[in-house]
Protein backbone atom coordinates (compact mmCIF):
# COMPACT_ATOMS: atom_id res chain seq x y z
CA UNK A 1 0.00 0.00 0.00
CA UNK A 2 0.82 3.39 -0.46
CA UNK A 3 2.55 4.89 2.10
CA UNK A 4 0.96 8.49 1.31
CA UNK A 5 -2.40 7.36 1.63
CA UNK A 6 -2.11 6.17 5.42
CA UNK A 7 -0.83 9.69 6.30
CA UNK A 8 -3.10 12.30 7.82
CA UNK A 9 -3.20 15.72 5.66
CA UNK A 10 -4.04 18.80 7.70
CA UNK A 11 -4.56 22.07 5.80
CA UNK A 12 -4.42 24.66 7.74
CA UNK A 13 -4.01 28.46 6.62
CA UNK A 14 -0.49 29.61 5.09
CA UNK A 15 -0.26 33.04 6.69
CA UNK A 16 -2.96 35.01 8.56
CA UNK A 17 -4.44 35.23 12.39
CA UNK A 18 -4.73 31.88 12.64
CA UNK A 19 -1.53 30.34 11.17
CA UNK A 20 0.77 30.43 14.20
CA UNK A 21 -1.51 29.03 16.83
CA UNK A 22 -3.10 26.74 14.66
CA UNK A 23 0.53 25.19 14.62
CA UNK A 24 1.10 25.94 18.03
CA UNK A 25 -1.93 23.67 18.63
CA UNK A 26 -0.37 20.58 16.53
CA UNK A 27 3.16 21.22 18.62
CA UNK A 28 1.08 20.89 21.85
CA UNK A 29 -0.26 17.68 21.00
CA UNK A 30 2.49 16.12 20.08
CA UNK A 31 3.69 16.72 16.36
CA UNK A 32 7.29 17.37 15.96
CA UNK A 33 7.94 19.04 12.34
CA UNK A 34 10.15 21.32 10.61
CA UNK A 35 8.47 24.63 8.64
CA UNK A 36 11.32 26.43 6.10
CA UNK A 37 10.22 29.94 4.48
CA UNK A 38 7.68 29.63 1.17
CA UNK A 39 7.21 25.66 2.26
CA UNK A 40 3.92 24.81 1.60
CA UNK A 41 3.52 21.27 3.29
CA UNK A 42 5.73 19.65 5.84
CA UNK A 43 5.75 16.16 7.59
CA UNK A 44 5.44 14.93 10.78
CA UNK A 45 8.45 13.51 12.11
CA UNK A 46 6.80 11.48 14.58
CA UNK A 47 3.35 10.66 13.44
CA UNK A 48 1.53 9.61 10.13
CA UNK A 49 0.32 13.57 9.96
CA UNK A 50 1.45 16.11 7.45
CA UNK A 51 0.60 20.10 7.02
CA UNK A 52 -0.70 21.82 3.93
CA UNK A 53 -0.31 25.46 4.05
CA UNK A 54 -3.06 27.02 2.21
CA UNK A 55 -5.18 29.86 1.58
CA UNK A 56 -8.41 30.16 4.60
CA UNK A 57 -11.10 29.79 2.18
CA UNK A 58 -9.47 26.51 0.36
CA UNK A 59 -9.82 24.84 3.12
CA UNK A 60 -13.23 23.76 3.34
CA UNK A 61 -12.90 23.13 -0.03
CA UNK A 62 -10.04 20.62 0.17
CA UNK A 63 -11.46 18.39 3.02
CA UNK A 64 -15.16 18.24 1.26
CA UNK A 65 -13.00 17.11 -1.81
CA UNK A 66 -11.10 14.83 0.47
CA UNK A 67 -7.77 15.83 -0.64
CA UNK A 68 -6.98 17.09 2.97
CA UNK A 69 -8.27 14.73 5.78
CA UNK A 70 -8.61 17.38 8.31
CA UNK A 71 -8.61 21.00 8.00
CA UNK A 72 -8.28 24.56 10.94
CA UNK A 73 -10.29 27.17 10.00
CA UNK A 74 -12.48 30.04 11.39
CA UNK A 75 -16.16 29.47 11.41
CA UNK A 76 -16.48 32.52 10.06
CA UNK A 77 -15.29 31.00 6.60
CA UNK A 78 -16.85 27.58 7.50
CA UNK A 79 -20.60 29.43 7.64
CA UNK A 80 -19.73 31.51 4.20
CA UNK A 81 -18.74 28.19 2.81
CA UNK A 82 -21.72 26.65 4.13
CA UNK A 83 -24.18 28.94 3.13
CA UNK A 84 -22.72 29.45 -0.36
CA UNK A 85 -23.21 26.03 -1.08
CA UNK A 86 -26.92 26.24 0.46
CA UNK A 87 -27.79 29.14 -2.26
CA UNK A 88 -26.44 26.84 -4.97
CA UNK A 89 -28.13 23.80 -3.76
CA UNK A 90 -25.71 21.65 -2.53
CA UNK A 91 -25.09 20.79 1.22
CA UNK A 92 -21.83 21.59 2.54
CA UNK A 93 -19.85 17.74 2.41
CA UNK A 94 -17.81 19.09 5.37
CA UNK A 95 -17.81 17.83 9.07
CA UNK A 96 -17.62 20.24 12.03
CA UNK A 97 -15.34 17.86 14.31
CA UNK A 98 -14.52 20.89 17.08
CA UNK A 99 -14.08 23.63 18.06
CA UNK A 100 -10.91 25.29 18.83
CA UNK A 101 -10.54 27.57 22.02
CA UNK A 102 -8.13 29.99 20.13
CA UNK A 103 -8.82 32.73 17.19
CA UNK A 104 -11.72 34.42 18.56
CA UNK A 105 -13.11 37.09 16.82
CA UNK A 106 -16.62 38.40 14.99
CA UNK A 107 -18.01 39.46 12.26
CA UNK A 108 -19.18 43.00 12.64
CA UNK A 109 -20.75 46.00 11.04
CA UNK A 110 -18.94 48.89 11.43
CA UNK A 111 -19.86 53.15 10.12
CA UNK A 112 -17.80 55.75 9.41
CA UNK A 113 -17.60 58.18 12.80
CA UNK A 114 -19.89 60.58 10.76
CA UNK A 115 -22.54 58.50 10.08
CA UNK A 116 -26.05 58.38 12.18
CA UNK A 117 -26.37 55.23 13.96
CA UNK A 118 -29.87 54.68 15.79
CA UNK A 119 -29.93 50.49 15.56
CA UNK A 120 -29.95 48.09 12.68
CA UNK A 121 -32.57 49.65 11.07
CA UNK A 122 -30.12 52.40 10.19
CA UNK A 123 -28.85 50.72 7.59
CA UNK A 124 -31.56 50.36 5.22
CA UNK A 125 -30.53 51.20 1.73
CA UNK A 126 -27.56 51.58 2.50
CA UNK A 127 -24.60 50.11 0.73
CA UNK A 128 -22.57 47.63 2.77
CA UNK A 129 -18.94 46.16 1.42
CA UNK A 130 -17.92 42.87 2.23
CA UNK A 131 -16.21 39.49 1.94
CA UNK A 132 -19.30 37.62 3.61
CA UNK A 133 -22.03 38.42 1.12
CA UNK A 134 -23.75 35.26 2.08
CA UNK A 135 -23.48 35.81 6.06
CA UNK A 136 -24.13 39.12 6.18
CA UNK A 137 -27.59 38.32 3.78
CA UNK A 138 -28.45 35.81 6.50
CA UNK A 139 -28.82 38.91 8.72
CA UNK A 140 -30.59 41.56 6.83
CA UNK A 141 -33.00 38.65 5.55
CA UNK A 142 -33.48 37.42 8.90
CA UNK A 143 -34.52 41.81 10.31
CA UNK A 144 -36.30 42.07 7.15
CA UNK A 145 -33.55 45.06 5.70
CA UNK A 146 -33.32 45.75 2.46
CA UNK A 147 -29.69 47.05 1.58
CA UNK A 148 -26.74 46.80 -1.31
CA UNK A 149 -24.83 44.06 -0.27
CA UNK A 150 -21.46 45.15 -2.23
CA UNK A 151 -19.02 42.23 -2.69
CA UNK A 152 -15.07 42.73 -2.33
CA UNK A 153 -12.48 40.63 -2.23
CA UNK A 154 -10.50 42.42 0.15
CA UNK A 155 -9.39 45.98 1.84
CA UNK A 156 -12.99 45.99 2.70
CA UNK A 157 -12.29 49.16 5.54
CA UNK A 158 -11.33 51.52 2.93
CA UNK A 159 -14.44 51.15 0.80
CA UNK A 160 -16.35 54.25 2.74
CA UNK A 161 -13.30 56.08 1.86
CA UNK A 162 -13.03 55.11 -1.91
CA UNK A 163 -17.59 56.24 -2.21
CA UNK A 164 -18.03 52.83 -2.65
CA UNK A 165 -20.22 51.76 0.64
CA UNK A 166 -21.67 53.54 2.98
CA UNK A 167 -20.34 50.52 5.82
CA UNK A 168 -19.10 47.63 5.98
CA UNK A 169 -19.28 44.21 7.79
CA UNK A 170 -15.61 42.88 8.39
CA UNK A 171 -13.54 40.65 10.92
CA UNK A 172 -13.14 42.65 14.63
CA UNK A 173 -10.51 41.74 16.79
CA UNK A 174 -8.91 44.28 18.63
CA UNK A 175 -10.68 47.11 16.77
CA UNK A 176 -7.60 48.72 16.09
CA UNK A 177 -8.02 48.35 12.05
CA UNK A 178 -11.73 50.33 12.42
CA UNK A 179 -10.07 52.92 14.63
CA UNK A 180 -6.95 53.30 12.11
CA UNK A 181 -9.99 53.39 9.07
CA UNK A 182 -12.24 56.34 11.34
CA UNK A 183 -14.89 53.13 11.98
CA UNK A 184 -16.67 52.39 14.46
CA UNK A 185 -18.60 48.74 15.27
CA UNK A 186 -22.30 48.71 16.04
CA UNK A 187 -23.24 45.36 15.38
CA UNK A 188 -21.85 42.07 15.65
CA UNK A 189 -23.31 39.45 12.90
CA UNK A 190 -21.21 36.33 13.51
CA UNK A 191 -18.94 35.31 16.69
CA UNK A 192 -16.25 33.11 15.34
CA UNK A 193 -13.03 31.36 16.56
CA UNK A 194 -11.23 28.37 15.01
CA UNK A 195 -12.64 24.80 14.16
CA UNK A 196 -11.57 21.93 13.19
CA UNK A 197 -12.99 19.92 9.79
CA UNK A 198 -12.77 16.61 8.35
CA UNK A 199 -13.70 15.16 4.75
CA UNK A 200 -17.24 13.50 4.50
CA UNK A 201 -15.48 10.52 3.49
CA UNK A 202 -14.88 7.37 5.77
CA UNK A 203 -11.30 7.08 6.74
CA UNK A 204 -9.52 3.71 6.88
CA UNK A 205 -9.49 2.17 10.62
CA UNK A 206 -5.95 3.34 11.33
CA UNK A 207 -6.38 6.97 9.93
CA UNK A 208 -9.21 6.96 11.80
CA UNK A 209 -7.62 5.88 14.72
CA UNK A 210 -5.23 8.95 14.92
CA UNK A 211 -7.81 11.15 14.26
CA UNK A 212 -9.38 10.10 17.17
CA UNK A 213 -6.18 10.11 18.87
CA UNK A 214 -5.72 13.61 17.99
CA UNK A 215 -8.64 15.06 18.96
CA UNK A 216 -7.79 13.47 22.57
CA UNK A 217 -4.92 15.65 22.37
CA UNK A 218 -6.36 18.68 21.21
CA UNK A 219 -9.04 18.00 24.21
CA UNK A 220 -5.90 17.47 26.80
CA UNK A 221 -4.16 20.58 25.63
CA UNK A 222 -7.75 23.19 25.71
CA UNK A 223 -8.22 21.56 29.19
CA UNK A 224 -4.76 22.45 30.44
CA UNK A 225 -4.89 25.77 28.95
CA UNK A 226 -8.67 26.50 30.23
CA UNK A 227 -7.19 25.35 33.90
CA UNK A 228 -4.13 28.32 33.61
CA UNK A 229 -7.37 31.12 33.82
CA UNK A 230 -8.73 29.33 37.01
Known amino acids: MDTRQQRLRIAVQKSGRLTDESLDLLRRCGLKFNRGKDQLMCYGENMPLDVLFVRDDDIPDLVQEDVCDLGIVGLNVIEEKRLAMAARGAPPRFELLQR ?48 EVVTLSGAVEIAPRLGRADLICDLVSTGSTLIANHLREVEVVLESQAALVRTPIALPDEKADWVRRLLMRIDGVQQVKESKYI
Open 100 to 147: LDFGRCRLSLAVPDEFEYAGVDSIAGKRIATTYPHVLGRFLRERSIAA
